[in-house]
Nanobody
């Protein structure tokens, strides 16, 4: 079992930055690909970014490419999402997730592919 806890959300003005963290316990993350997803009110959960468990392969949704950066520190068992140039449409609950059944260099974008989820952290971007 893996327990994931997100933090770092909050209220920020458009153009600002936030860094989300996802701390894991129960098992080390060094054999999991990790992803960030988000869900806005009335919308389905959508993929934001993912990083492989080796080689550092990353993948981003088009809507955040160039503004968000996913990274991981396996020594700290933590995954990060640096969010810059935030827009009101980035407002959502952000979730991190762990994907066990994936190759060491690969990432996946489907929420159904992920095995463990955190409880989410709210990000609100005001205009």
């Amino acid at each position: 079992q893996v327990q994931l806890v997100e933090s770092g959300g909050g209220l920020v003005q458009a153009g600002g930055s936030l860094r989300l963290s996802c701390a894991a316990s129960g098992r080390t993350l060094n054999s999991y690909a990790m992803g960030w997803f988000r869900q806005a009110p009335g919308k389905e959960r959508e993929f934001v970014a993912a990083i492989s468990w080796r080689r550092g392969t990353t993948n981003y949704a088009d809507s955040v490419k160039g503004r968000f950066t996913i990274s991981r520190d396996d020594a700290k068992n933590t995954v990060y999402l640096q969010m810059n140039v935030l827009k009101p449409e980035d407002t959502a609950v952000y979730y991190c997730a762990a994907d066990l059944a994936v190759s060491w260099y690969a990432v996946r974008r489907g929420a159904h592919d992920y095995d463990y989820w955190g409880q989410g952290t709210q990000v609100t971007v005001s205009s």
